[in-house]
């Protein structure tokens, strides 16, 4: 359903009553003073109170009623106006759903309209011809109260049977979604075994060889280097069990999935890492400091754990300038790496650090990077600055109140 039958139909339901209202209350009148009916020999004002009251019933039908069904009696009888007993036999038949009542309605009905022709033969005249006579006063039951009840028994038995259709499709679709959370949850579950086949194996020894050389070297630089790849590893490891727990464990409905990283915290443990692996990197913030929530710490972390990843790969030997600043509406982080060696620094090329062989990558870590940011509301800005490499990012922070 597009949105502007959406739309109005939501009017239509809104301004329902008081349209009603109105059609009941002008009928009654019509009825009474002879235009859709037969003239009635009584006052205005009363024929006038009475189509008011027949209106006000009507509106209220959703919320009571008897007021309709009683003033729909009122007004056959005093005023032989047949509209809102058309009007009531109608809400009847749409509302009324347990057999007893429906029964008492019609049962009610047909007393009304005997003494309708009791009324009919003592005025007489026009009255008396119109609803008096054997024939019309069948008809007359037949147009007011028969025809209006069977279209409102109708109406509601369509709508029972399209809200029974939309429950089932519902069902349906929670089913299909069911099982399609299933098929998920068995590929995440066999993605992590995969992964801890493949990776957690190397992994593994790679620290357990870091610590026999940590062990049995002498130099105290091959000692230190053998610490770092050794602690690094077990990180790494620690890392993968938290991504394998994701993937084995999805997180509830509306939670997103997330890996113990550390937040803002983290980031001097990654300068400090950088440090020990080389890399020249000074750590620089602005602003007053202020807490953020975990989801900007933890993106935070994230864009320097990329820049200074990137800065490993593309341009080890370059001076890198790693700035928190704390800005009126957000928290800008920017990771700026000089001119290396042996030319600029160019994240995503087949540079070759010391031991001659290319480090691994994929290529979609700054991809990955600026979807996290936008998520945030934030922008990411990447790429060459003065020969060297600019990574900043801007992530709104709201202020506390």
């Known amino acids: 359903m597009t949105s502007r039958a959406v739309a109005l139909r939501r009017t239509v339901e809104r301004y329902a009553p008081v349209l009603l209202a109105v059609v009941v209350a002008a009928g009654v009148w019509g009825a009474a003073t002879g235009s ?35 003033t729909a009696a009122v007004t056959w009888l005093l005023l032989a106006a047949w509209p809102a ?13 347990d057999r007893r ?16 022709v009791v009324i009919g033969v003592v005025v007489g005249g026009e009255r008396r011809l119109t609803t008096a006579t054997p024939a019309n006063a069948l008809a007359m039951f037949a147009w007011t109260v028969l025809f209006p009840l069977v279209v409102g028994l109708w109406v509601r038995a369509r709508r029972d049977t399209l809200a029974a259709l939309r429950d089932r499709a519902e069902r349906l679709e929670r089913e299909q979604e069911a099982r399609a959370e299933r098929v998920r949850a068995e590929e995440r579950a066999r993605i992590a ?5 493949v990776v957690a194996h190397r992994v593994s020894l790679m620290v357990v060889h870091a610590g026999a050389l940590e062990v049995t070297a002498t130099d105290p630089a091959t000692v230190d280097t053998a610490t770092l790849i050794r602690s690094t590893g077990r990180e790494a490891l620690t890392d993968l069990r938290e991504v394998l727990g994701v993937l084995r464990q999805p997180a509830p ?26 890399l020249r990197v000074d750590r620089h913030d602005g602003g007053t400091p202020r807490p953020v929530s975990a989801t ?29 600043r704390y800005l009126p509406g957000g928290l800008e982080i920017s990771v700026r790496t000089g001119p290396p060696a042996g030319g600029p620094a160019r994240p995503g090329a087949d ?22 940011v936008e998520l945030l509301g934030g922008r ?22």
């Not at 009542?101 to 309708?116: D, E, T």
């Not at 990283?261 to 020990?276: K, Q």
């Not at 801007?394 to 202020?399: G, K, S």
């Open 36 to 70: 859709l009916g037969v003239r009635s020999p009584l006052p205005r004002v009363l024929v006038l109170a009475v189509a008011v009251l027949a209106g006000w019933a009507a509106a209220t039908v959703r919320v009571r009623r008897w007021p309709l069904f009683v």
């Open 85 to 97: 007993v058309a009007v009531a036999s109608w809400q009847a038949g749409l509302r009324l759903r």
């Open 101 to 116: 009542r429906l029964a008492g309605f019609l049962a009610g009905a047909a007393l009304v309209a005997v003494a309708g």
């Open 193 to 197: 075994r995969e992964m801890h086949d």
């Open 253 to 278: 409905a509306g939670e997103p999935a997330t890996i113990g990283t550390a937040g803002l915290a983290g980031v001097d443990d990654l300068v400090r890492e950088s440090r020990a692996a080389g």
């Open 296 to 324: 900007v710490g933890r993106t935070v972390y994230r864009v320097v754990q990329e820049a200074l990843t990137n800065v490993r790969k593309h341009a080890p030997g370059a001076d890198t300038t790693v700035r928190l």
């Open 351 to 372: 540079d070759r650090p010391a031991g001659g062989t290319a480090l691994p990558g994929a290529g979609l870590g700054l991809i990955g990077l600026r979807e996290r």
């Open 380 to 401: 990411l800005e990447v790429g060459p600055r003065g020969g060297g490499f600019l990574v900043r990012a801007l992530i709104p922070v709201e202020e506390a109140t």
